[in-house]
């Protein structure tokens, strides 16, 4: 007739040996011990091997996984600096190219931000590599650094059009010293009117 609103589960015998821990548990160092005793005595010698060879090979294929998970996330902040490098250009384009005091901040504060970046790459990217040797974030760096020096060349394009950059011979005229002169012209009668 009616079934009862609960049904019992009938029992399952879970054996340590064919059930693996997920990615990511870490068990007690006392669980350990005792699930260490327990397999010893009631596991095999081959069926041992069996399962500790293939738990070498999971544990190798989640290291691989986390180290192509690491790329991953360097390559994510490598394409994020795009989106603050086009902001910078955007506030650029809106501070005008008159020289006035906030235009000045904004682009001096540009050359910063990149020229820091640039500088600080190494430690930010070794941050993602996390000692794994496997995980070669350089072409993340390398593209990071491409993205930071479009910014770079932006802000000192910009400090050109405001007339700062000191790119015409004019601009190092104090520097120079007085030719010599090739005349030279000496006094003669006074001529009074």
Do not use: C
Not at 80 to 93: A, K, Q
Not at 126 to 144: I, K, L, Q, T, Y
Request: glycine residues 8%; charged residues 20%; proline residues 4%.
């Amino acid at each position: 007739m009616n079934a009862p609103a609960f049904a019992v589960r009938p029992r399952v015998d879970t054996d340590s040996s064919t059930v693996r821990e997920p990615p990511g548990y870490v068990q007690s160092d006392r669980a350990r011990g005792e699930r260490r005793e327990k397999d010893a005595s009631s596991i095999a010698g081959d069926s041992t091997r069996r399962a500790t060879s293939t738990s070498h090979a999971h544990d190798a294929a989640i290291e691989l996984q986390r180290s192509k998970l690491r790329v991953r996330r360097a390559f994510a902040y490598a394409q994020s600096s795009v989106s603050s490098v086009g902001m910078m250009g955007f506030m650029m384009w809106m501070s005008g190219s008159s020289v006035q005091v906030f235009s000045i901040m904004v682009v001096f504060g540009g050359v910063a931000q990149t020229t820091r970046a640039i500088l600080g790459s190494k430690a930010t990217f070794e941050a993602f590599r996390d000692g794994d040797e496997r995980a070669n974030v350089a072409p993340a760096r390398m593209m990071f650094v491409l993205v930071q020096l479009a910014g770079l060349l932006l802000a000192l394009r910009k400090l050109n059009t405001m007339g700062l950059l000191p790119s015409h011979a004019s601009d190092w005229v104090g520097g120079w010293k007085p030719p010599r002169s090739l005349e030279r012209a000496f006094g003669g009668i006074e001529l009074e009117f």
